[in-house]
């Protein structure tokens, strides 16, 4: 499967193409205001991966953030149209995220997963992430649903100190540190 990866533009956002990905239960749906705050403060950890056509087929988007050894970036969401699924293209994403995470000196990287979407921890498994800790009700909802929060070391944390086991777990999300 042929497709580009490049960062991605406010048109993007304001047309749609971003929103059209999200049309599975997995995927978190945020308002445009969201996406183009992430797209104008990390321009380089917003990424998105087209088609031949130049049609919006998977996109990644994060930030940095914390301090001293909690410096890190973070997948706030990661999605691939269900018709462009175990293409690679997710990985390819994945990489250069961490690439770009590398150049802006996080120590790691992480990001939050339903327990439930097994298919999406196996993949972030394959690709280094190990489970954290569990977050306790994380996701809101009828029932609510726990996440798992999961890390990749990068570059900088030579020790792998930001995987080893949390001091508690599982937390709740408002004993999680920003």
């Not at 150049?103 to 097994?118: E, G, P, T």
Request: aromatic share 12%; with cysteine.
């Amino acid at each position: 499967m042929a497709f580009v990866v490049r960062e991605a533009r406010p048109a993007e956002i304001i047309n749609k193409g971003i929103s059209r990905v999200n049309l599975d239960y997995w995927t978190e749906t945020y308002n445009a205001g969201f996406y183009l705050h992430y797209l104008t403060s990390w321009p380089d950890l917003f990424l998105v991966a087209l088609d031949p056509n130049g049609l919006i087929i998977g996109y990644i988007m994060g930030k940095v953030e914390g301090d001293g050894m909690n410096w890190h970036s973070h997948i706030t969401a990661l999605s691939v149209d269900m018709f462009h699924r175990r293409c690679g293209i997710a990985s390819d994403l994945m990489r250069r995220f961490e690439e770009a995470s590398n150049r802006r000196k996080a120590y790691f990287c992480d990001l939050y997963v339903r327990v439930s979407n097994h298919t999406a921890v196996e993949m972030y498994k394959k690709m280094g992430y190990s489970v954290y800790r569990r977050v306790l009700e994380y996701y809101s909802g009828e029932p609510s649903e726990d996440a798992f929060d999961m890390r990749v070391p990068l570059i900088r944390d030579t020790a792998r100190i930001s995987v080893r086991p949390a001091p508690k777990d599982p937390v709740l999300p408002e004993e999680i540190p920003e």
